[in-house]
Nanobody
């Protein structure tokens, strides 16, 4: 099973950028679909981005499309989330996730493991 560790969160002003990283240990990272979710206080965890095992297919919800980009480097067992034009409503704990199915990942189903989360705070 793959273990996941996120990094790169922090405090940024509205309009700024951050890049999150998620490094995996364990077997067969390249066989997993990888994604990012976020959870704000008092809200449910929501889908943010997903990538197929090759990185050739990606999905985003409308709330982040055009501002966030997911990418992966299978040689480094790492998936990234580049976040641009950040808004205060992007403030949340961001979680990395691994799944066998890309479509399942998008629906928060079949997640095989989660990272511990990293805080992103966007000030107005």
């Amino acid at each position: 099973q793959v273990q996941l560790v996120e990094s790169g969160g922090g405090l940024v002003q509205a309009g700024g950028s951050l890049r999150l990283s998620c490094t995996a240990s364990g077997r067969a990272f390249s066989s997993y679909a990888m994604g990012w979710f976020r959870q704000a206080p008092g809200k449910e965890r929501e889908f943010v981005a997903a990538s197929s095992w090759s990185g050739g297919t990606t999905y985003y919800p409308d709330s982040v499309k055009g501002r966030f980009t997911i990418s992966r480097d299978n040689a480094k067992n790492t998936v990234y989330l580049q976040m641009n034009s950040l808004k205060p409503e992007d403030t949340a704990v961001y979680y990395c996730a691994a799944a066998r199915s890309l479509n399942g990942l998008r629906m928060n189903r079949g997640i095989v493991n989660w990272g511990q989360g990293t805080q992103v705070t966007v000030s107005s």
